[in-house]
């Protein structure tokens, strides 16, 4: 490890993450901590959280707020907390956002005021998501620090993602320009590797360098890492109450899900009358996902869906979001309907 404050070298680290999401909510926890040669010692961690607007809209707000904590030794510890306020615009390939964050980092007992700016989209290659171009531009500005001076600066970020059966690959890499006129920028590049060897569990090695993270207190470091993720559909639907079951003779549109090639499934709606179908689903991040037409009429498409319970809702022709009449309908919070999916 190479972090500001303590010599590279090799140490003893610990560290743990945990991730909870559901359509409309999402928490997070990860923290830290590593031990020298020489007895010396550097941790952090970070709880956040997000409550975002129906996920049958296209236009999606997010809250959110962040708290975490740094230390390392012989060094007062770090603490800051953030707000943000966020819109989504998404589509079946593709989304954009817009956001702003504030808050504060305290240490020493001196505290510094922390605004944010952001912008940033993605779209996706294929209907299957296996590949992702994401990028943001962000702007900064730090307060002032300790010295007097004031901190600000702007960040450009890309990340690309890959998924090919039990295989995820994320490649990102950002410059930050703390000055265009004296040309100060640094720059910082990151990639790991997921290997699922079961439905819930993996091995992921990752390295990179990470940039000091002022809304936070954190310095930079460059780190490798190997670890073992678990993980589960994370569709929330098994606290989802049970509304009522619509007539079997409502067929048109009846969704079916079979089994594909590899760990794909292929989700098929019976709607040989529509222009277009779409489909949205905890499987596909509740992000709208265009179907195919098949010769025969039905729409198609593939997907990684886990066994387990999933809930699911689809849109024809550009109106609203709707539940498959062959599935139960369970309520959201928002007063709105999905479709419950069982898949063996």
Same mark, same amino acid.
Not at 21 to 49: K, Y
């Given at each position: 490890?190479?972090q500001?404050? %303590?010599?590279?070298t090799s140490?003893?680290?610990a560290?743990?993450?945990f991730?909870f999401?559901?359509? @409309?909510?999402a928490?997070?926890i990860?923290?830290v +901590?590593?031990r020298?040669a020489?007895?010396?010692?550097?941790g952090?961690? /970070?709880?956040?959280?997000?409550?975002?607007?129906p +996920?049958?809209?296209?236009a999606?707000w997010?809250?959110?707020?962040?708290a975490?904590?740094?230390?390392v030794?012989n +060094?007062?510890?770090?603490f800051?907390w953030q707000l %943000?306020?966020?819109?989504?615009?998404v589509?079946?390939l593709g989304?954009?956002?817009i956001g702003?964050a504030?808050?504060?980092v305290?240490q020493?007992?001196l505290?510094?005021?922390?605004?944010?700016g952001?912008t $940033?989209?993605?779209?996706?290659?294929d209907p299957l998501?296996? @590949?992702?171009? #994401?990028g943001?531009?962000a702007y900064?500005? !730090?307060?002032v620090?300790p *010295?007097?001076?004031r901190l600000?600066?702007?960040d450009?970020?890309?990340?690309?993602?890959?998924?090919?059966g039990?295989v995820?690959f994320?490649a990102g890499a !950002?410059l930050r320009?703390?000055?265009?006129?004296? #040309?100060?920028y640094?720059?910082w590049g990151?990639? #790991?590797?997921?290997?699922?060897?079961t439905? $819930?569990a993996?091995i992921?090695v990752?390295a990179?360098?990470?940039?000091?993270?002022?809304?936070r207190? /954190?310095?930079? +470091?460059?780190?490798?890492?190997?670890?073992i993720r678990f993980?589960?559909?994370?569709s929330?639907? !098994?606290?989802?109450? %049970?509304v009522?079951r619509?007539?079997?003779?409502? *067929?048109?549109?009846r969704? &079916?899900?079979?089994?594909?090639d @590899?760990?794909?499934?292929?989700v098929? /709606?019976?709607l040989?009358?529509?222009m277009t179908?779409? %489909?949205?689903?905890d499987f596909? &991040?509740?992000?709208?996902v265009?179907?195919i037409?098949l010769?025969?009429g @039905?729409?198609t498409v593939?997907r990684v869906?886990?066994?387990g319970?999933?809930? /699911?809702?689809i849109?024809?022709n550009?109106?609203?979001w709707?539940?498959?009449p062959n599935?139960p309908?369970?309520?959201d919070?928002?007063?709105?309907?999905?479709?419950?999916?069982i898949v063996?």
């Amino acid at each position: 490890m190479s972090q500001s404050g %303590l010599t590279a070298t090799s140490v003893y680290t610990a560290a743990g993450q945990f991730r909870f999401a559901t359509p @409309d909510f999402a928490l997070a926890i990860n923290g830290v +901590a590593a031990r020298t040669a020489d007895d010396r010692f550097t941790g952090q961690g /970070v709880l956040s959280t997000s409550r975002y607007a129906p +996920a049958t809209q296209q236009a999606r707000w997010e809250l959110g707020a962040t708290a975490s904590a740094f230390g390392v030794s012989n +060094a007062a510890p770090a603490f800051g907390w953030q707000l %943000l306020a966020r819109e989504h615009l998404v589509g079946s390939l593709g989304g954009v956002f817009i956001g702003g964050a504030g808050g504060a980092v305290v240490q020493n007992g001196l505290s510094r005021r922390v605004l944010n700016g952001h912008t $940033g989209g993605y779209v996706r290659f294929d209907p299957l998501g296996r @590949d992702e171009l #994401s990028g943001a531009l962000a702007y900064t500005d !730090g307060g002032v620090m300790p *010295d007097g001076s004031r901190l600000r600066y702007g960040d450009a970020i890309g990340y690309w993602t890959h998924r090919r059966g039990p295989v995820e690959f994320l490649a990102g890499a !950002g410059l930050r320009v703390y000055s265009i006129d004296q #040309s100060v920028y640094s720059g910082w590049g990151s990639a #790991s590797v997921a290997l699922w060897i079961t439905e $819930g569990a993996g091995i992921v090695v990752a390295a990179g360098r990470a940039l000091e993270d002022v809304t936070r207190g /954190v310095p930079s +470091a460059r780190y490798l890492s190997a670890s073992i993720r678990f993980g589960s559909s994370g569709s929330g639907a !098994g606290v989802a109450t %049970l509304v009522r079951r619509v007539r079997a003779d409502e *067929d048109g549109g009846r969704l &079916e899900v079979r089994a594909g090639d @590899d760990s794909l499934r292929t989700v098929t /709606v019976r709607l040989r009358a529509a222009m277009t179908v779409e %489909l949205m689903a905890d499987f596909t &991040e509740w992000e709208p996902v265009s179907m195919i037409q098949l010769p025969n009429g @039905d729409w198609t498409v593939e997907r990684v869906v886990a066994p387990g319970t999933h809930r /699911v809702a689809i849109r024809v022709n550009g109106g609203p979001w709707a539940v498959p009449p062959n599935l139960p309908h369970v309520s959201d919070e928002f007063g709105g309907e999905v479709g419950l999916l069982i898949v063996p």
